[in-house]
Structures are given as structure tokens and as C-alpha cells.
């Protein structure tokens, strides 16, 4: 059975940076497209960055372009993403996901549990 695992989440600062991992078991991670959702209280879920199964098309909301970096490391199975001068409003709990297909175009079929980023001002 598949399973998505994140973990680096924290609180931290505003200005500050945290890095997210997501490790992907039972799958074969190489074959699929990635991305990170997040959702704050009270808000919908938003796509924050993908990435396709090799890396070479990545996708980026507006509100994280030049601040986030997602990419992948398909020999450990482990998406990233890094994230540099956290704002307030970038707290959330953020998603792993995993796409049925090399791009992510489609609706993910795989999800994390969630981890909390919490950056305060």
C-alpha cells in the first residue's frame, strides 16, 4: 500500500526558511508527478508547487513564486520543498501529494497526513 510521509514542519519566524520532506513508499516514486498543497483554517485547499517525474516542469502559485523551491530526489524516493522568507500568511497545514501520471495535470490520487507550518510576526 502507498503512503506519503512528511515531516519539517514547525513554527518559525517571519523571514525565516523551513524545509518540507515527503518520503513515498510502496509506490515507485520516479513514475508520477508530486506536489505540495497547503490549507489554512477556513480557506480551500490551494496547489502550492508541482513537479513532474523528472523535475523538468515545475509549476508555482503566484502568491510562493521566488520564495519556494520544489524538487525531487527520485533515488530517495523524497519530494522537498524549500521555503525562504516565510510570511504570516503562509501558515497552513501542508500536503503531499502524489499524481496518478508523469505530469500533473489531474487530481492527485495519493495524499500525506499533513504538517503544520506556523510562521509567526
Known amino acids: 500500500q502507498a503512503q506519503l510521509a512528511e515531516s519539517g514542519g514547525g513554527l518559525v519566524q517571519a523571514g525565516g526558511s523551513l524545509r518540507l520532506s515527503c518520503i513515498v513508499s510502496?509506490?515507485?516514486?520516479?513514475?508520477?508527478?508530486m506536489a505540495w498543497f497547503r490549507q489554512a483554517p477556513g480557506k480551500e485547499r490551494e496547489r502550492v508547487a508541482a513537479?513532474?517525474?523528472?523535475?523538468?516542469?515545475?509549476r508555482y502559485a503566484d502568491s510562493v513564486k521566488g520564495r519556494f523551491t520544489i524538487s525531487r530526489d527520485n533515488a530517495k524516493n523524497t519530494l522537498y520543498l524549500q521555503m525562504n522568507e516565510l510570511k504570516p500568511e503562509d501558515t497552513a497545514v501542508y500536503y503531499c501529494?502524489?499524481?496518478?501520471?508523469?505530469?500533473?495535470?489531474?487530481?492527485?490520487?495519493?495524499w500525506g497526513q499533513g504538517t503544520q507550518v506556523t510562521v509567526s510576526s
Open positions: 513537479i513532474n517525474w523528472v523535475g523538468r516542469n515545475i
Open positions: 510502496g509506490r515507485t516514486f520516479s513514475d508520477y508527478a
Open positions: 501529494a502524489a499524481y496518478p501520471v508523469v505530469y500533473f495535470h489531474e487530481t492527485p490520487d495519493l
